[in-house]
């Protein structure tokens, strides 16, 4: 009985420390987009999604004041870069010649 008392609380650590170990993750990709940002970024003012973790290294989108940036690391959080992502150019509808319009 005791043995299965000592895999509770193992298992009840286990799931603690993987909770922080995930709100810590999300704060360190803020922080350190923020630094990679420079100037005056809040690092809570980063929003972060699609976060890849590969093997070697992690991938991730952030934005930030409506600017929307790709960011890339190593695996450890140490070379951190993010590229500003450009909006879609806009395409102009095409114009129509009077002889088509009156086809249709």
């Not at 690092?43 to 976060?51: F, G, H, Q, T």
């Not at 004041?65 to 870069?81: E, F, I, L, S, W």
Request: glycine share 8%; charged share 25%; with cysteine.
């Amino acid at each position: 009985m005791k043995k299965s008392g000592s895999l509770v609380v193992l298992f009840l650590l286990l799931v603690i420390f993987t909770l922080f170990g995930c709100a810590s993750t999300t704060m360190g990709i803020q922080r350190e987009t923020a630094r990679n940002l420079g100037g005056d970024v809040d690092p809570e003012s980063v929003m972060v999604s699609d976060v890849d973790r590969g093997m070697s290294d992690i991938k991730w989108l952030a934005e930030v004041d409506g600017k929307k940036y790709k960011c890339y690391a190593d695996d450890m959080m140490r070379k951190v870069n993010c590229i500003p992502v450009k909006a879609p150019a806009k395409v102009a509808p095409k114009k129509t010649s009077g002889k088509a319009a009156a086809r249709n």
